[in-house]
């Protein structure tokens, strides 16, 4: 694919060649662009620069591309902290690690060993640990996160009715279970509350409620001072 200055710009900074009496400007000169990357090519910014000093009757030509970054995959590295899954973990890198060694015997070149060690770790750690789900709120269970990846993939077999079946009643389930540890987390917040009352933890009692509203303005004069509400 070429880049050009095709895109809404003024003559000056479309113009990339200029004849030698200036009477006659083309766009001649163009940045051969991967057709995989294309649509990350900037066309609006895309342009020519008249002013480069650069001594040649061509204009300096810059091309800007967006550059899409993949998300970092995050794995769940709280397990390593149950004895039995470190364990695990443990015997099945070690047992990778070992075949490492039989490669670095054979002369193996420095690359190769980089790669099949970053590949025996990623793979042990998404298969022992798996992926880092974040938790935005605090009531929700490992248990609730297992029935929504379960969601996830009944969704994609919503193709016949008992597809349909499946996916719906996992969903009534979810949500089900959503209520329930919500309501099951407020009565605990609560009934700490209350022990740290009778323990006169006021501290304590302030950083645990539950429901902490903070005033805040209205953004309207009322004549007697901003109004201020919960």
Not at 28 to 33: F, K, N, S, T
Not at 175 to 190: H, R, T, Y
Not at 222 to 229: A, D, F, L, P, V
Request: glycine share 6%; proline share 3%.
């Amino acid at each position: 694919m070429l880049a050009n200055t095709f895109g809404p710009h003024k003559a000056s900074r479309r113009a990339m060649w200029h004849s030698p009496i200036g009477k006659y400007h083309n766009q001649i000169d163009c940045i051969m662009v991967r057709k995989r990357v294309w649509s990350s090519v900037n066309i609006a910014k895309t342009r020519s620069f008249p002013g480069a000093d650069i001594g040649s009757d061509h204009e300096l030509h810059l091309k800007r591309v967006k550059k899409h970054v993949h998300a970092r995959i995050k794995f769940d590295l709280e397990k390593l902290k149950d004895p039995e899954v470190a364990e695990a973990f443990h015997a099945m890198i070690g047992g990778k690690f070992a075949a490492l060694t039989i490669l670095d015997a054979d002369g193996t070149d420095m690359e190769t060993l980089i790669n099949t060690f970053n590949t025996a770790v990623t793979n042990t750690t998404s298969e022992i640990l798996g992926k880092h789900r974040p938790v935005k709120k605090p009531w929700v269970t490992a248990d609730l996160l297992d029935l929504c990846d379960k969601r996830r993939e009944l969704k994609k077999k919503k193709k016949d009715a008992e597809g349909v079946r499946q996916y719906r009643a996992a969903n009534q389930e979810i949500k089900k279970g959503m209520k329930k540890a919500k309501m099951n987390w407020i009565e605990e917040q609560c009934q700490d509350i209350e022990d740290s009352m009778k323990k006169n933890n006021s501290k304590k009692i302030a950083g645990e409620r539950p429901d902490q509203h903070k005033a805040r303005a209205n953004h309207h004069h009322t004549g007697q001072g901003w109004k201020m509400s919960d």
